[in-house]
C-alpha cells in the first residue's frame, strides 16, 4: 500500500545494531570523508511572468494531489489537464536542464494515463501525483526542494543492503534493492531538476549493478560490498552530504566465522520480518510538507 507517512523501523535498527558489534569482534575498516563540496546551486534568473507561472503550477500540483489523496479523481484529473496546459506556457532557461524538462514532461504523461484509466488504482494514482508534486515543488524551491525529505528513507533503504550483503542473504537483498529503488524512482524526476544530469546516471547505475549482483550465485560479496561503498559515495552528493558518518560500515571479512554465522542469521531473520512488516504495513514513505 503506498502511503506518505515514515515510521522508523524499529526491527532494522536492531539489525544494524547487531551489523555494529559483528564489526566490533573483528577489524573494521575506518571509512574516509567524502571531502567533494556539496552541489553548489545556481541562483535563478528568470523572467517575473515565467515565475509567477511556476509558482501557479506548483499550487495546481498541491491541489492535485490533495484530491487524489481523498480519492476525487475526477478532479484531480482537471488539475492534471491544467497543470500540462501551464507546463507548455513557461519557459524553463535558467530553471533547469534540458533533462529535467524532459523529466517533468515525462512525469505528466505518466500521471495522465494513470488518471485515463475508467477505474484509476489509488495507490499507483497516488505514486503519480506525489511525483508531480515533487517535480513542480523542485522547480519552485531550487535550494530546498521537498524531494530531499526523502534522505532518511534512502539512507535507511542503503543501511537495509549493507546489512543484507554482510548477511549474505540473497533474497533479503534483492527485497532491499528494490524498496531502494522504488523510492529513488518516486524523486528521480525531481533530482533530474534539481541536480546535474550525472548524479542521476550514478545512481541508476549503481542501482542497476548492485540488482544484477544480487542475482549471481553464490554472491559476489566483493562485488557487492564495493558496490555498497560506491552507492554511499552517490547518495553523499545526491543529498549534498559531506561525510559518510550517517551510514552504518561495511563490516570486515577477518571477523571469527562464529560470530559470522551466527549473528548473520539473527540478522538474515529480523530483516526478512522486518520487510515483510514495510511491505504489509505501507511504511517507508515521507510526508509531502513543505516546512514553514
Given at each position: 500500500?503506498?502511503?506518505?507517512?515514515?515510521?522508523?523501523?524499529?526491527?532494522?535498527?536492531?539489525?544494524?545494531?547487531?551489523?555494529?558489534?559483528?564489526?566490533?569482534?573483528?577489524?573494521?575498516?575506518?571509512?574516509?570523508?567524502?571531502?567533494?563540496?556539496?552541489?553548489?546551486?545556481?541562483?535563478?534568473?528568470?523572467?517575473?511572468?515565467?515565475?509567477?507561472?511556476?509558482?501557479?503550477?506548483?499550487?495546481?500540483?498541491?491541489?492535485?494531489?490533495?484530491?487524489?489523496?481523498?480519492?476525487s479523481y475526477l478532479e484531480a484529473?482537471?488539475?492534471?489537464?491544467?497543470?500540462?496546459?501551464?507546463?507548455?506556457?513557461?519557459?524553463?532557461?535558467?530553471?533547469?536542464?534540458?533533462?529535467?524538462?524532459?523529466?517533468?514532461?515525462?512525469?505528466?504523461?505518466?500521471?495522465?494515463?494513470?488518471?485515463?484509466?475508467?477505474?484509476?488504482?489509488?495507490?499507483?494514482?497516488?505514486?503519480?501525483?506525489?511525483?508531480?508534486?515533487?517535480?513542480?515543488?523542485?522547480?519552485?524551491?531550487?535550494?530546498?526542494?521537498?524531494?530531499?525529505?526523502?534522505?532518511?528513507?534512502?539512507?535507511?533503504?542503503?543501511?537495509?543492503?549493507?546489512?543484507?550483503?554482510?548477511?549474505?542473504?540473497?533474497?533479503?537483498?534483492?527485497?532491499?534493492?528494490?524498496?531502494?529503488?522504488?523510492?529513488?524512482?518516486i524523486i528521480r524526476p525531481a533530482?533530474?531538476?534539481?541536480?546535474?544530469?550525472?548524479?542521476?546516471?550514478?545512481?541508476?547505475?549503481?542501482?542497476t549493478f548492485l540488482t544484477e549482483?544480487?542475482?549471481?550465485?553464490?554472491?559476489?560479496?566483493?562485488?557487492?560490498?564495493?558496490?555498497?561503498?560506491?552507492?554511499?559515495?552517490?547518495?553523499?552528493?545526491?543529498?549534498?552530504?559531506?561525510?559518510?558518518?550517517?551510514?552504518?560500515?561495511?563490516?570486515?571479512?577477518?571477523?571469527?566465522?562464529?560470530?559470522?554465522?551466527?549473528?548473520?542469521?539473527?540478522?538474515?531473520?529480523?530483516?526478512?520480518?522486518?520487510?515483510?512488516?514495510?511491505?504489509?504495513?505501507?511504511?517507508?514513505?515521507?510526508?509531502?510538507?513543505?516546512?514553514?
Amino acid at each position: 500500500m503506498f502511503t506518505l507517512k515514515m515510521k522508523p523501523p524499529v526491527l532494522l535498527a536492531l539489525a544494524i545494531g547487531l551489523i555494529a558489534v559483528l564489526a566490533a569482534c573483528g577489524n573494521g575498516q575506518e571509512r574516509t570523508t567524502d571531502t567533494n563540496p556539496a552541489p553548489q546551486q545556481q541562483e535563478i534568473k528568470i523572467d517575473p511572468a515565467d515565475a509567477a507561472k511556476l509558482e501557479q503550477m506548483a499550487r495546481s500540483a498541491d491541489d492535485m494531489y490533495k484530491l487524489t489523496v481523498n480519492g476525487s479523481y475526477l478532479e484531480a484529473r482537471s488539475k492534471l489537464l491544467d497543470i500540462g496546459q501551464q507546463a507548455a506556457r513557461i519557459r524553463y532557461d535558467g530553471v533547469t536542464s534540458i533533462e529535467g524538462v524532459q523529466a517533468l514532461t515525462e512525469t505528466l504523461s505518466e500521471a495522465q494515463r494513470s488518471f485515463n484509466a475508467v477505474r484509476p488504482d489509488p495507490e499507483e494514482a497516488k505514486l503519480r501525483a506525489a511525483k508531480v508534486k515533487l517535480a513542480t515543488d523542485a522547480l519552485t524551491h531550487k535550494n530546498e526542494p521537498m524531494w530531499l525529505q526523502y534522505d532518511k528513507v534512502l539512507q535507511e533503504n542503503a543501511r537495509a543492503v549493507e546489512a543484507s550483503i554482510q548477511a549474505q542473504d540473497a533474497k533479503q537483498l534483492q527485497a532491499s534493492i528494490a524498496a531502494l529503488k522504488h523510492h529513488y524512482q518516486i524523486i528521480r524526476p525531481a533530482v533530474l531538476i534539481s541536480r546535474e544530469p550525472q548524479i542521476n546516471v550514478n545512481m541508476e547505475s549503481l542501482l542497476t549493478f548492485l540488482t544484477e549482483q544480487s542475482q549471481v550465485k553464490p554472491l559476489p560479496m566483493h562485488n557487492l560490498e564495493r558496490g555498497a561503498d560506491q552507492l554511499r559515495d552517490a547518495m553523499n552528493r545526491l543529498f549534498g552530504h559531506q561525510d559518510e558518518s550517517a551510514y552504518v560500515p561495511v563490516v570486515d571479512q577477518r571477523q571469527p566465522i562464529l560470530w559470522t554465522v551466527v549473528l548473520g542469521s539473527v540478522i538474515g531473520a529480523i530483516l526478512a520480518f522486518a520487510a515483510w512488516q514495510m511491505f504489509q504495513d505501507g511504511r517507508g514513505e515521507v510526508s509531502l510538507k513543505r516546512k514553514e
